[in-house]
């Protein structure tokens, strides 16, 4: 039997989520603000000035590659709706987003290997400068591994003046507009259903490693993430897409902000976990909780946000507040999907990959935090356990792990058809 999926059967939820995040924005930028407001970033010649309209605390900087990117994290900042026009072909397009409530950043994308040095913040606290020097890609990536840089605001600058007592906008962003999205393979029909598989960890965040041999997690999910990707496009019932197929490190926010942009009808995060006991082993399906269900979850969680740091660079998440009101008011429907899907991948995939006897747990990942996308994180074994790590190694295991999750998001969407009164077909 084939089924004639659509994205028709996920329209009322869509639209559920469009007008929660509506209000969610309504109700943040009704947020009094008391910060900097970024108002511009001026490019002249090899020197980049970033302005604000009041003062700000302090700031530091870190390089990333592929692509590479200079970020800024400023203290005392907010977002704003200034200009961002680069002055020159150094910098290919820059971006702003808010980690927390008082601190913005600023993504300057590099069309060619470059760094900064004699940085410095004005007297008055207004305005960011520093110099761009041009270099190699054995230096930038060298720049890369020293991790963040700080440079604080003038000693003698004059305190900061009372809270003002006015709202200051802060735009939720859907994703890094920077991160070139991938290709969508499979089913040829743009209404068959769309999963995003993303390989957790990569390029210099090798996540878990197996201290007897060696194995990798970013290594193994990428085999996995790969191996589900060619299992469903051979099906041709769906479209897939992975967020990496390469060795490249991708932050948190823009792993789910590929399947947000991609209009997702379910994302997937594989990962290979790690225990101080070796003899831990078996599969686990995560789904967002804001409250982790026991302390195994909340240690996993707090590893997980965590890998937004990486040789000392905090990449940051998303600020609290923010995340808590799309939760409350978006992601209802979507977390009781998740979970599910979760119990589903469970039963579907047991005659191939062994699973935990407390296969579903609940943990406060990032990585789920997408507010319109059901999301589960899969921790298809344990890489610290030898047998787990042979398995998640081999063609055989990883073809079977993708064998059972083929299955599972086939009866996933055959059911959302039937719910929805939907027919069989083509």
Same mark, same amino acid.
């Given at each position: 039997?084939?089924?004639?999926?659509?994205?028709?059967?996920?329209?009322?939820?869509?639209?559920?989520?469009?007008?929660?995040?509506?209000?969610?924005?309504?109700?943040?930028?009704?947020?009094?603000?008391?910060?900097?407001?970024?108002?511009?970033?001026?490019? /002249?010649? +090899?020197?980049?000035?970033?302005?604000?309209?009041?003062?700000?605390?302090?700031?530091?900087?870190?390089?990333?590659?592929?692509?590479?990117?200079?970020?800024?994290?400023?203290?005392?900042?907010?977002?704003? /709706?200034?200009?961002?026009?680069?002055?020159?072909?150094?910098?290919?397009?820059?971006?702003?987003?808010?980690?927390?409530?008082?601190?913005?950043?600023?993504?300057?994308?590099?069309?060619?290997?470059?760094?900064?040095?004699?940085?410095?913040?004005?007297?008055?606290?207004?305005?960011?400068?520093?110099?761009?020097?041009?270099?190699?890609?054995? #230096? %930038?990536?060298?720049?890369?591994?020293?991790?963040?840089?700080?440079?604080?605001?003038?000693?003698?600058?004059?305190?900061?003046?009372? @809270?003002?007592?006015?709202?200051?906008?802060?735009?939720?962003?859907?994703?890094?507009?920077?991160?070139?999205?991938?290709?969508?393979?499979? &089913?040829? +029909?743009?209404?068959?259903?769309?999963?995003?598989?993303?390989?957790?960890?990569?390029?210099?965040?090798?996540?878990?490693?197996?201290?007897?041999?060696?194995?990798?997690?970013?290594?193994?999910?990428?085999?996995?993430?790969?191996?589900?990707?060619?299992?469903?496009?051979?099906?041709?019932?769906?479209?897939? #897409?992975?967020?990496?197929?390469?060795?490249?490190?991708?932050?948190?926010?823009?792993?789910?902000?590929?399947? /947000? @942009?991609?209009?997702?009808?379910? %994302?997937?995060?594989?990962?290979?976990? &790690?225990?101080?006991?070796?003899? #831990?082993?078996?599969?686990?399906?995560?789904?967002?909780?804001?409250?982790?269900?026991?302390?195994?979850?909340?240690?996993?969680?707090? /590893?997980?946000?965590?890998?937004?740091?990486?040789?000392?660079?905090?990449?940051?998440?998303?600020?609290?507040?923010?995340?808590?009101?799309?939760?409350?008011?978006?992601?209802?429907?979507?977390?009781?999907?998740?979970?599910?899907?979760?119990?589903?991948?469970?039963?579907?995939?047991?005659?191939?990959?062994?699973?935990?006897?407390?296969?579903?747990? %609940?943990?406060?990942?990032?990585?789920?935090?997408?507010? +319109?996308?059901?999301?589960?994180?899969?921790?298809?074994?344990?890489?610290?356990?030898?047998?787990? #790590?042979?398995?998640?190694?081999?063609?055989?295991?990883?073809?079977?792990?993708?064998?059972?999750?083929?299955?599972?998001?086939?009866?996933?969407?055959?059911?959302?058809?039937a719910m929805h009164g939907g027919t069989a077909g083509g």
């Amino acid at each position: 039997m084939t089924f004639g999926w659509t994205a028709r059967i996920d329209a009322m939820h869509k639209r559920r989520m469009l007008q929660s995040l509506a209000l969610a924005s309504t109700l943040t930028m009704a947020a009094p603000g008391s910060a900097g407001g970024i108002y511009a970033v001026d490019v /002249r010649d +090899d020197r980049v000035i970033v302005r604000f309209d009041d003062r700000v605390d302090g700031a530091s900087a870190f390089l990333l590659d592929t692509p590479r990117r200079i970020a800024l994290d400023i203290s005392g900042a907010q977002v704003g /709706r200034g200009q961002f026009a680069p002055g020159n072909g150094a910098i290919a397009a820059v971006r702003q987003g808010q980690l927390s409530e008082g601190t913005a950043r600023v993504v300057l994308d590099l069309s060619s290997p470059a760094t900064l040095g004699d940085a410095q913040i004005a007297p008055d606290g207004k305005s960011l400068s520093f110099s761009l020097k041009g270099t190699t890609d054995s #230096a %930038f990536r060298t720049a890369v591994g020293r991790g963040r840089t700080s440079f604080d605001a003038p000693a003698n600058m004059s305190a900061r003046p009372q @809270k003002r007592l006015h709202s200051i906008t802060v735009p939720i962003p859907s994703m890094a507009r920077g991160v070139a999205l991938p290709p969508v393979e499979g &089913a040829r +029909d743009g209404a068959r259903p769309l999963i995003v598989i993303d390989a957790g960890h990569g390029g210099h965040d090798p996540g878990a490693i197996n201290k007897e041999n060696g194995k990798r997690e970013k290594d193994v999910t990428l085999a996995i993430a790969q191996a589900i990707r060619d299992q469903l496009v051979k099906s041709g019932r769906v479209r897939v #897409a992975l967020t990496r197929d390469d060795d490249k490190y991708l932050v948190l926010q823009e792993r789910y902000g590929i399947a /947000r @942009k991609l209009g997702a009808d379910l %994302f997937i995060s594989v990962h290979a976990d &790690a225990a101080e006991n070796a003899e #831990a082993h078996g599969a686990t399906v995560y789904t967002l909780s804001e409250t982790a269900s026991d302390r195994e979850a909340a240690r996993l969680a707090a /590893r997980e946000n965590k890998a937004d740091i990486i040789n000392g660079v905090n990449l940051g998440g998303q600020s609290g507040d923010v995340s808590s009101i799309l939760i409350d008011l978006t992601q209802r429907e979507s977390m009781n999907i998740s979970a599910s899907f979760a119990r589903l991948l469970q039963r579907e995939a047991s005659p191939y990959v062994p699973f935990r006897s407390a296969y579903h747990r %609940f943990a406060s990942l990032m990585v789920l935090k997408a507010p +319109d996308t059901p999301s589960v994180l899969f921790e298809t074994g344990y890489i610290s356990n030898a047998d787990d #790590a042979a398995f998640l190694a081999s063609r055989e295991g990883q073809q079977k792990i993708a064998r059972g999750v083929a299955r599972a998001i086939e009866v996933h969407f055959a059911r959302k058809l039937a719910m929805h009164g939907g027919t069989a077909g083509g």
